[in-house]
């Protein structure tokens, strides 16, 4: 659909929250919590964090929670009887206040659990769920969306996009069909907007710092570079923090729990940094070391997804590099790929 | 409106149960609900997520033909905990199984070929099933040769059906024991499987090999099928990763840009040249 674009003033910012809330739509955004900030379900828009560049985590739980029940079932001495979990149980959402790296990170998601046999316990989450971001007026030494073709006023992936364009006003972006229907939640606080107000005015000026089909090449090369890996990820303890706070990381476990009589299993975010993650039971691991571990999720990201599906895994968010205990920096991580690799 | 749960798994009851070896089993598994059992179907090489309810998952391939219906085998080896919880359970138990995942064995490309079976071990399985597949169809076939070695007598699976290829005048079925493996009663050869394959002289000249094992016979296994002039492409294997979700989404099971689970398991020689050291 054609862009549209409007007015909201900052001081109804709360009355649109109200009206979401009213209208029985749960509302995800960022939240303070302690040190970090998480995405959780908010009742005003008090307790929204817009004060940060980015939340700790990303957004992706919105369709991809931590854990998740996929099924259930109880046991009786007859067996074994299933009570169907349906996917598609969940209310339509609205993930306010978010990043647009959040927002275009759902497309790497999209494609790894809409490619074949889909789950629908993501795609019909991602499906109910309506985007609001906010541009970036700042950014930090650890973003790089611009390399990897995003950027801080990047609507791709947002349903609607906000733009702080002076001290009381912000420029909405109505985007998609599902932006406008949510619009519309709100079109009482809306007016007009001057169409030719330039949005880049207001926003973020995030270097580019390296060309990325020059690293993809380069990474798609660098399998057997091991020298290469090894001395990027000699400090990496394995912790899989940067998986967790990633947009893009879809990589999950099954854990079954239960007492006597019932049961559920249970889907959890898991990590390629962990080094159980492709233990053999006997013994035996294809990835052995960390450097093999490093490798796959930088190749899984930049090599293998961009030939299989079409797209980068990573949206230059930085939030890898922020949250790693060790100080490990994926763009430092890049530009030295981009440098030293010879294809 | 209600979507598919692509993790639910069907209710399988186990029907039969057969002690193969010391830890080795094989579940004959019903459909516990019939409508179910008669819509699906598999072919040979695929695999499934079988599992124990309360446990958790376990990757077998389905050791069955896919020429006999209504019911789908599984051997497996006692290997950790969840193989261990299903080698407590009794016949008419339930368990789950989620499938059929993977690609296949091309047996219908294979027509009018000479087939050459090289498993070893717990690797027998896969392999099981597209040698009934290919036996139930035989007159698509020309030879039918079977190699098969285990590191003892005790550790031999499938007995019986050793004992009736052994019978087949259209079967040429050789069995080998690890040097100091053999029983005083052993009528079949010993050593290790490559050193017994080069003893077989096998000719490659309009033949296909399927070769299952562990890594190291697989290892030593190729330069001997390489001497006698098997080219990449006329030679079969199967590959294991660790696996969850068996659709290539949960991420664990690739080899560089390959996922065992979808792309895989079963490989030609040409394709596992193509795949960096990952498995
Ligand atoms: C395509 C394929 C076909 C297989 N076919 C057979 C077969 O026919 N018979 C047989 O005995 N074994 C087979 N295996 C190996 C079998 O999956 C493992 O022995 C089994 O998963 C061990 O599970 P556990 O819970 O007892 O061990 P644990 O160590 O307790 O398992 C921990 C977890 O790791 C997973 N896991 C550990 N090792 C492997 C592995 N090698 N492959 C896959 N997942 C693993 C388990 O599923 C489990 O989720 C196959 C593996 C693959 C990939
Ligand atoms: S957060 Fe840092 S230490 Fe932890 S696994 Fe990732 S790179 Fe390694
Ligand atoms: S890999 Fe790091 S920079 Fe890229 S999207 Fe994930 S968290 Fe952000
Ligand atoms: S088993 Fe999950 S990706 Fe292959």
Redesign the interface.
Known sequence: MEKELKILKYSDLPKMIEKFISQGYPVLAPVHKGKIVEIEYVQSLDSIALDVLLSTQSAKKAAFPKVEK??E?T?NKA??V?H?????DSKETILFGVRPCDASGFKSLDA??G???????YL?KKEKTTIISFSCPVADEYCFCTSVGGGPGNTAGSDLQFTSVSKDELLVEILTEKGKKASRIFADLLTEANSAIDKTKFIADVKVVFDLDSVVAKTTAS??NAELWLEQSLRCIGCGACAFVCPTC???????E?DTKK?V?L?LW?S?GFSL??????G?N??EVQS?RWR?RI??KF??MP??LKVVGCEGCGRCSRACPVDMNIKEHLTAIREQVTV | ?????????Y?M?IEKITEEAPMVKTFRLKF?NEEEGNKFSFRTGQFGEY?V?????VTFCVASPHTRKGYIECTFRQ??RV?AELASLSEG??I?FRGPYGNIFPIDDWKGKNLLFIAGGIALPPMRSVIWSCLDLRDQFKDISILYGARTVEDLVYKNELAEWKERPDVHLVTTVDPGGETPDWSGEVGFVPTILDKMIPVSENTIAIVCGP?VMIKFTFPVLEKYGFKDEQVYTTL???M??G???????????VFVC?DGPVFTRTQLKEL?D??
């Open positions: 996929v099924l079932y046991m067996g074994v299933q169907p979990v349906d996917p598609a790894i659990f490619e074949g046999p889909s789950d629908q316990f019909s399998f057997g879809a990589c999950f476990d099954f854990q079954d239960q049961g299993r889907r898991d390629c993650f492709t233990l053999h039971t006997s035996h294809p990835r093999q796959q190749m899984h090599a293998y030939e299989q | 409106m209600e979507q598919q749960n692509i993790y639910q798994p209710l009851e516990t599992s309810f309360g446990e958790g998952e290997a950790g193989t138990d339930t789950g890594p294991e990763n660790r969850k979700c659709l290539g989404k949960c991420g664990r099971c690739n080899v560089g840009k979808k960096p990952e498995y």
